[in-house]
């Protein structure tokens, strides 16, 4: 708004008003403009009003607000107020008549009723209030009520209320007016200022301070429900709704319910409720003493002669009012900070919801995944809470059914619907009944995304036997309900497949492991695939670990590509991940090095998430960009060296392997590159120089064996002098292991572990030696391989694939296999081998080549045969060796049982402290991009990351109608940024927050249309 525009229209306004000179006029609105308030005070303090009557007398005869209010409507401030009422009406039905209490100069009475609302404006009668009705003759499109007198008022679906009451002798009897004049359902938006008293605002009248303490309660002691808070929390947002029933269903369950009703007094102090306490015959003593306790007086104890059953128990609750609403609670749950008033200003948004759920961690299908998680690492309620609250899309979310945990039931609909069927008993599927009930009549039920309850689950009614651990009654009740309403499953099936729920609980969680991330330090793994894919290797093992042992201390993030154009950013903290996806506009090579967009990306990444440290660990799938966009902004790279893949793109050095053995320093020739990788014009030599100056810039290379870092130090001299083992640690698997007797059969077995049918494992020769062994009478198995690659050997009787396995259960199955020796073909030097690990905690003794980390690692441990020649012969030949040596695989067990590897935890700890020293030793640079800007970004990654079960296909084809919206967004921020407004403080700017409030709710709604459309 142009703020010179507008005062000179107020100028023009007041000269013609008054009939005033041009210039006397102007002085004195520039006056206000530049002094707010100054010209009603100086006009109270001449006069110096004492009574009440005096008080009065000077609203109505003075000229002074016309200039103050005059000036103040077009105040950032105050247009930020209206703008930001009218949409707040936006979200509630039937809010059609408004009425503008102490309307002033009549500027909010001209905006809301310019926006099709029945408008009456209502001051006292006064020079202000002649100005108002000089002004909305002009103005108004749209016939405005004028009350001078309160008994000329009626009754209205809105009240506005601003800044009215600390001029007020009575404001508590003011508000008992306009609650006398507010319908059922009606909203009251109020702001006021007892506590601005000075010299600056003598009108505020000082009795009015004593007010600012507990005004709120006195507001609820009247009846109405503070529902909410806008505009930085000056507006107050009244509803004049019911009462609220909160009906307490109780059998023991003491500590719970003591729980449960200390929640409720704390946290439900701005909605007027009263308990109904039910207690179905308790056999704990306790509970009756406890509700006697802490009954108020408005409260009701009803005491059952005998236990009912929770259907019962719950209906007689219900029907301890014809007028109020009611909340069934549970007695295991734990209520949080304004759970009952987001209930309520949700349900009452639109005349056809019935019922209403919060948000809860035990909730059946619309349960938050991981919230438990994080209550287990101690993250308190309270800061769940807020977060949720805070992360709310201020959506209402239809469900097809509620669920009876906690579950808001607006009164009016009880009585057309009637209570819960008694047919349902103990319990278990009664308010799915009630809720397809609510369906048939044309009402729906909601999911409240900002009011959040804990629920232990189950907790009273498996105490009172109405459910079993067997769950017998819920199947019996679920087939009751399956019987009366034949499309139930296919609601909750299409809900389920609709995805809305993911949206809200993701957005939630990805707002929590934010702000928990805030007091971290954030480390970035640079990783070529997921680290929980169904097929992982030792670098995403590697990963994985680090990620569990370190994810309480730090923030972790995991970076890889999927699909060749969208790169997956992971966010873990406490055990909970959170993923977000940024998209690439075009396809990115394998081997490819550099790229300006790219680097473009991986500095937005690396400055949205604030990394304080990059650690890439494999780097096929991204480019070179990603280290030289950290340094540019001093945040420190580290690269731990799992392969050879610095050395050649041909990273297991396979071009070494030949039909006739391992050759160390065999060279790959170009036609090599063009017939597996198909670039031309290449060696290893090209591939070292394009991209030795991105190694140099990074802080430390990591090794896990001396042996990698002597080839690497081969070819890059510079590593020498930063580099550091770390060998890895393996986990414990110790309780896992299943103790067997010593191996009776009258076989020699080996096993071959791993994944053998890949070329890099030994599919180069392994028919040949498992040919071999088999017809030498050796029992064979194969664990880690699939089972269709071994079909040839069916046949034999000496022959077991077990299949891939999952590495927390290796070793188990290992001990149950007990074979005499494992058999690790690796055919290129590894650097430093899982499956070797995993054979050495299972205590059984290893043949492998001589290479690689193979060669330091059985020194340290023992218990290994190393096969000097890499050929499937004299692999063979050393197995049957020692298949007649049983003196030799004795001893090697003997060892096996002795060796202790390094353990997991020693390597975590090593990892923290390099760390540590690698932080204090590199100071960040400040991130370029404000919080502001930070959101939107996030908002839209994490929202595109919600097209689920990997049809990329029809993703990628809905890219267009995506930019569209990214253009939208983008033309709309040019227009803000054009504002006067928004030039003088971006920070702060209302249009700004309006923009990113605008930006989440369309990527919402694109988010649901994807997935709509991609069933």
């Keep these: 708004m142009n703020s010179n525009h507008d005062l000179n229209l107020i100028i023009k306004e007041v000269k013609d008003f008054f009939n005033l000179k041009d210039d006397f006029v102007k002085d004195k609105v520039l006056y206000e403009w530049h002094n707010s308030g100054k010209t009603v005070a100086e006009s109270w303090n001449k006069i110096k009003p004492k009574t009440e009557e005096d008080i009065i007398n000077f609203y109505k005869k003075t000229d002074a607000y016309v200039y103050d209010l005059s000036v103040e409507s077009i105040r950032s401030t105050r247009i930020e107020w209206r703008d930001s009422i009218l949409l707040y009406l936006s979200q509630f039905d039937n809010k059609d008549t408004l009425l503008d209490f102490g309307g002033g100069v009549g500027t909010e009475s001209i905006f809301f009723s310019n926006a099709s609302l029945k408008t009456t404006y209502y001051d006292l009668p006064s020079i202000t209030a002649d100005f ?119 059998y023991n369950a003491y500590d719970y319910v003591v729980e449960c009703v200390k929640s409720v007094k704390t946290n439900t102090t701005n909605v007027p409720y009263r308990f109904v306490f039910v207690n179905d015959a308790s056999t704990d003593d306790r509970i009756k003493e406890f509700y006697l306790k802490e009954k108020r007086d408005i409260d009701l104890c009803i005491e059952n002669k005998k236990n009912l059953g929770f259907v019962k128990t719950a209906n007689k609750g219900m029907a301890a009012s014809l007028i109020n609403d009611v909340v069934l609670l549970n007695t295991d749950t734990v209520v949080t900070n304004n759970w009952l008033s987001n209930l309520q200003k949700s349900i009452y948004k639109k005349n056809i919801y019935a019922t209403a759920n919060p948000l809860s961690n035990n909730a059946s299908i619309y349960s938050i995944k991981d919230v438990d998680v994080l209550i287990k690492s101690n993250i308190s309620l309270e800061f769940l809470s807020k977060t949720i609250e805070q992360s709310s899309l201020n959506v209402n979310f239809e469900i097809p059914v509620g669920v009876g945990f906690c579950m808001y039931l607006k009164r009016s609909i009880i009585k057309e619907v009637g209570l819960f069927d008694e047919v349902f008993e103990r319990g278990y599927g009664e308010e799915s009944d009630y809720c397809m009930k609510c369906n048939l009549l044309g009402y729906k039920h909601i999911l409240v995304d900002c009011s959040f309850v804990y629920h232990k689950g189950h907790v009273s009614m498996l105490t009172t036997g109405d459910i079993s651990e067997s769950n017998d009654s819920i199947d019996a009740h679920e087939q009751i309900i399956k019987k009366r309403y034949a499309n139930y499953d296919e609601l909750i099936r299409s809900f389920i497949n609709d995805g809305v729920f993911n949206r809200i609980s993701q957005n939630i969680m990805q707002n929590i492991i934010s702000l928990m991330a805030e007091k971290r330090k954030k480390i970035l793994y640079v990783i070529h695939s997921p680290i929980n894919g169904e097929t992982i290797g030792g670098t995403e093992f590697h990963v994985r670990d680090l990620t569990e042992g370190l994810d309480d201390t730090y923030a972790i993030y995991v970076l890889y590509l999927k699909n060749g154009r969208h790169f997956v950013v992971e966010e873990y903290i406490n055990g909970v991940k959170t993923s977000y996806l940024f998209e690439a506009p075009f396809f990115i090579d394998k081997f490819m090095t550099t790229n300006p967009y790219l680097f473009k990306l991986y500095l937005r990444i690396i400055q949205v998430f604030d990394i304080d440290i990059v650690h890439i660990q494999h780097l096929i799938n991204h480019t070179f960009d990603v280290i030289n966009a950290a340094k540019s902004i001093g945040v420190p790279v580290i690269m731990t060296v799992h392969d050879y893949y610095l050395v050649s793109i041909d990273y297991n050095l396979l071009y070494r392997l030949k039909p006739n053995g391992y050759f160390k320093n065999l060279t790959p020739t170009e036609d090599y590159f063009k017939d597996k990788f198909n670039v031309s014009n ?46 890895h640690g393996t986990k414990p698997y110790v309780n896992k292991i299943i103790t067997t007797k010593e191996n009776k059969r009258k076989r020699f077995s080996v096993l071959f572990l791993g994944y053998v049918n890949a070329v890099q494992k030994g599919s180069y020769f392994l028919d040949e030696v498992i040919g071999e062994l088999l017809n030498n009478d050796i029992e064979v198995h194969l664990l880690g391989s699939a089972s269709e690659y071994w079909g040839k050997y069916a046949e034999y009787n000496n022959f077991y694939s077990h299949g891939n396995y999952i590495r927390d259960d290796v070793v188990a199955i290992l001990n149950q296999i007990n074979p005499d020796l494992i058999i690790l073909a690796s055919p290129w030097p590894e650097t430093y081998s899982y499956t070797y690990s995993e054979a050495l905690q299972a205590q059984i003794p290893v043949v492998t080549f001589e290479i690689g980390a193979f060669i330091e690692r059985s020194k340290k441990y023992g218990a290994t045969v190393l096969v000097k020649d890499v050929t499937s012969k004299a692999l063979t030949l050393k197995i049957l060796e020692l298949s007649k040596d049983n003196n030799k695989v004795k001893e090697l067990k003997k060892q096996a049982k002795k060796i202790k590897l390094k353990k997991l935890k020693d390597n975590i700890e090593e990892y923290n402290d390099t760390y540590k020293q690698i932080l204090k030793n590199s100071p960040k640079l400040n991130n370029i991009f404000s919080e502001e800007e930070i959101n939107i970004i996030k908002s839209s990654a994490y929202s595109l990351f919600e097209v689920q079960n990997n049809n990329w296909e029809k993703y990628n084809e809905l890219t267009n109608e995506r930019q569209l919206l990214v ?12 504002l006067e407004q928004f030039k003088l403080n971006v920070k702060t700017s209302f249009y700004y927050r309006v923009y990113i409030k605008i930006n989440k709710f369309y990527i919402y709604k694109l988010a649901k249309k994807f997935k709509t459309r991609l069933r």
């Design 967 to 978: 253009n939208q967004f983008n033309e709309l921020q040019l227009n803000i940024q054009s």
């Design 682 to 727: 290449f060696n290893n030599k090209v591939w070292q120089e394009l991209i030795i100056r991105h190694l140099t810039a990074i802080n430390l290379f990591i090794f896990p064996s001396e042996i990698t870092k002597d080839e690497l130090t081969r070819v890059y001299k510079f590593i020498n002098s930063k580099n550091k083992i770390i060998e």
């Design 132 to 250: 108002a009705q000089y002004r909305i003759k002009q103005y108004a499109n749209n016939d405005i009520k004028i009350a001078l007198d309160e008994k000329k008022l009626t009754s209205y679906d809105v009240v506005v209320c601003l800044e009215v009451l600390e001029h007020l002798v009575d404001p508590i009897k003011t508000m008992k007016l306009i609650y006398s004049k507010l319908k059922k359902g009606g909203l009251v938006f109020l702001s006021e200022s007892f506590d601005l008293i000075g010299d600056n605002y003598p009108s505020h009248l000082k009795q009015n301070k004593s007010l600012t303490l507990e005004f709120n309660n006195l507001l609820v002691e009247m009846g109405f429900s503070i529902i909410d808070k806008i505009c930085n929390d000056r507006i107050l947002v009244l509803g004049k709704f019911p009462t609220v029933d909160l009906v307490i269903p109780t």
